[in-house]
């Protein structure tokens, strides 16, 4: 019902579905849950990566995102899941501990994810690695990216929850510079603010993914909550604001991967006013550069 409910919602899925069916390498062949064992007699080794596949309160814990399915014997790769949360139950513990046992590797894309593994494995085998978006070249970007939408210079809006005092501080902001705000209504919606429908000038709805690379590339600043909004303004040079987002965990990523890259503190507080966006200390884009560089090998 939220994805189709009106015309510029249902643009944006079809936007997004395009985009899948003519980017994303994917074999013909696919597995289902009651077969997917059946790839056992097929393939050496397996590897689960992607995003929170590892959250106990999105996945289970018995779930093929475990790689539950693989027989003994093969190879078994974790490359930079988010498990999504900071703490787990002695049930949660001793389920993950039995999961991992199996693997030949395993790696974290954030230091508390990988702390939280470290600590429930009992060893310091696990690794924290970049984001899969920072491995690839530039280029595979620039590839898929769309020319410039707006011929207007802008900053661009991308908070997946955020608060009403939130936009405002921008709209003021943005008032300041005299710049316009490009934003995309409306990203998750178990939680709608209001203040969305009437916040920005030009409200960007039927977004591709690469029409979220080009926007976050030709802005003249970015503020988000989203950790791949935040990625790719580091891909692009682009100057960011973060704002701090529910949960722990959640915080943790976005300013785990602040220190990564040793970029001055970009976390807003709660009372945080333009004249603090104007004093914040610049970007060394060549130092954030060196250091992917250097984690990419």
Request: hydrophobic share 35%; aromatic share 12%.
């Amino acid at each position: 019902m939220w994805k189709f409910g009106t015309k510029k919602l249902r643009d944006r899925n079809r936007a997004l579905q395009k985009f899948v069916d003519e980017e994303l390498k994917l074999s013909h062949k696919r597995y289902k849950v009651n077969y997917i064992g059946s790839a056992n007699g097929y393939y050496d080794g397996f590897i689960c990566g992607s995003d929170q596949i590892w959250n106990p309160e999105l996945t289970s814990l018995d779930s093929i995102y475990w790689l539950t399915f693989v027989k003994t014997g093969k190879l078994k790769i974790a490359y930079a899941p988010s498990i999504g949360i900071d703490q787990a139950t002695k049930e949660q513990r001793k389920m993950i501990r039995e999961n991992l046992n199996t693997f030949n590797a395993v790696s974290c894309r954030e230091e508390s994810g990988r702390n939280l593994i470290s600590s429930i494995m009992g060893t310091e085998d696990c690794e924290t690695v970049l984001d899969p978006t920072l491995l690839a070249e530039r280029s595979v970007w620039d590839h898929i990216c769309p020319p410039r939408r707006f011929t207007e210079k802008y900053i661009f809006v991308y908070l997946l929850r955020g608060t009403k005092q939130q936009r405002k501080l921008i709209e003021l902001y943005a008032c300041f510079i005299n710049l316009k705000i490009v934003t995309m209504p409306f990203l998750d919606n178990e939680h709608i603010n209001k203040y969305d429908s009437k916040f920005g000038d030009i409200k960007y709805w039927d977004a591709s993914p690469s029409d979220f690379i080009s926007v976050i590339r030709y802005a003249e600043a970015v503020f988000t909550d989203s950790f791949h909004c935040m990625i790719f303004s580091c891909l692009y040079h682009r100057k960011f604001y973060l704002f701090p987002k529910i949960g722990a965990h959640q915080m943790n990523r976005l300013t785990d991967l602040q220190d990564m890259l040793h970029i001055p503190a970009r976390m807003l507080e709660e009372n945080a006013t333009v004249r603090d966006l104007l004093s914040m200390e610049a970007i060394d884009w060549n130092l954030v550069d060196d250091i992917i560089r250097e984690k990419k090998e």
